[in-house]
């Protein structure tokens, strides 16, 4: 089945680290550029990085940048998400996603058509 898988969610806290993975099952992810989303109950789903095919990264929310780093593992078939300084209004669900495309398209969710199911990051003491 097509999918993407994400893991590597859990309880944080501030100022610590994370990173969450993304794995493509059925499809070789290299093909496709990648992107992380995150969704706070009751708030629109928000764009947070993405890397194209080539390895090019676009910030989507300039309160990660420099914080939040994203990145690919060939090998694996797996996307990251590397969040350090985190910080209590971090907490979210974070998903990652694809529009199929080989470039960054947009940090706009009606834009990618599959996502994975999602993983919580809570950023608590």
């Known amino acids: 089945q097509v999918q993407l898988v994400e893991s590597g969610g859990g309880l944080v806290q501030p100022g610590g680290s994370l990173r969450v993975s993304c794995t493509a099952s059925?499809?070789?992810?290299?093909?496709?550029?990648v992107a992380w989303f995150r969704q706070v109950a009751g708030k629109e789903r928000e764009g947070i990085l993405c890397i194209s095919t080539s390895d090019f990264t676009t910030t989507y929310t300039d309160s990660v940048r420099g914080r939040f780093f994203i990145t690919r593992d060939h090998v694996k078939n797996t996307v990251y998400l590397q969040m350090n300084s985190l910080k209590p209004e971090d907490t979210a669900v974070y998903y990652c996603a694809t529009a199929r495309m080989s470039t960054c398209v947009s940090g706009l969710p009606l834009f990618y058509n599959l996502w994975g199911q999602g993983t919580q990051v809570t950023v608590s003491s």
């Open positions: 059925e499809f070789t992810l290299d093909d496709y550029a």
